[in-house]
């Protein structure tokens, strides 16, 4: 049974930050992303890595504020954010494959498997 345990979201002041965790139960995936959910809109990529941790890829909205490193002997992906804005409020989701997904990284279709979600909120 693939699970993924996501933790590390919280209340937060606009310019601190939290580091989001997204841990397997099970060996490690190729590809790893992380996505958003703010209420009352559609789900947004933020970050995704690739299974060696040589490839990354951010969305514009979150370049130069957040990274996504990633430690295979732990199994664990993170989601380090810093800068936060009010607009970074939502409910974050870590998803995961066992494919190489290459270009299309950014599609929450391309995700096999997906956490509970933790949510994050940014105070002003």
């Known amino acids: 049974q693939v699970q993924l345990v996501e933790s590390g979201g919280g209340l937060v002041q606009a310019g601190g930050s939290l580091r989001l965790s997204c841990a397997s139960a099970s060996r490690t995936y190729n590809s790893v992303g992380w996505f958003r959910q703010a209420p009352g809109k559609d789900r947004e990529f933020a970050a995704a890595?690739?299974?060696?941790?040589?490839?990354?890829r951010l969305s514009d909205s979150v370049k130069g504020r957040f990274t996504i490193p990633r430690d295979n002997s732990k199994d664990t992906v993170y989601l380090q954010m810093n800068s936060l804005k009010p607009a970074d409020t939502a409910v974050y989701s870590c998803?995961?494959?066992?494919?190489?997904?290459?270009?299309?990284?950014?599609?929450?279709?391309?995700?096999?498997?997906w956490g509970q979600g933790t949510q994050v909120t940014v105070s002003s």
């Open positions: 998803a995961a494959s066992f494919r190489v997904l290459g270009s299309i990284m950014e599609s929450p279709d391309a995700y096999e498997y």
């Open positions: 890595i690739s299974g060696s941790g040589t490839f990354t």
